[in-house]
């Protein structure tokens, strides 16, 4: 069982940064591949990025490549969504995710699921 738990969304302008983070609770954190996904309001949930249990593989959704950063520590159970020259239509609740397994790009591969963090961007 793993618990997540995401945090650092906010009010940002456009061009502006943010980074989320997302805490795991559970001794196999290490274990897991952990994903990045956001729902916009009246849209579907979408991926954003993910990483392998080591962090050597990471894959971007073509809308946030070369902007978005995503990392882990897993020594502190943390993962992180470093987010650069944001736009508005960055602006979502973004979810943290994890799956046993290697790192996949569509949610429904994903076994565990934290509550969100509203990310705004103005324009």
């Known amino acids: 069982q793993v618990q997540l738990v995401e945090s650092g969304g906010g009010l940002v302008q456009a061009g502006g940064s943010l980074r989320l983070s997302c805490a795991a609770s559970?001794?196999?954190?290490?274990?897991?591949?952990m994903g990045w996904f956001r729902q916009a309001p009246g849209k579907e949930r979408e991926f954003v990025a993910t990483?392998?249990?080591?962090?050597?593989?990471?894959y971007y959704a073509d809308s946030v490549k070369g902007r978005f950063t995503i990392s882990r520590d897993n020594a502190k159970r943390l993962m992180y969504l470093q987010m650069n020259s944001l736009k508005p239509e960055d602006t979502a609740v973004y979810y943290c995710?994890?799956?046993?397994?290697?790192?996949?790009?569509?949610?429904?591969?994903?076994?565990?699921w934290g509550q969100g963090t509203q990310v705004t961007v103005s324009s």
């Open positions: 559970g001794r196999t954190f290490g274990s897991y591949a």
């Open positions: 995710a994890a799956r046993t397994g290697p790192p996949l790009t569509y949610g429904s591969a994903y076994d565990y």
């Open positions: 990483i392998s249990w080591g962090g050597g593989t990471t």
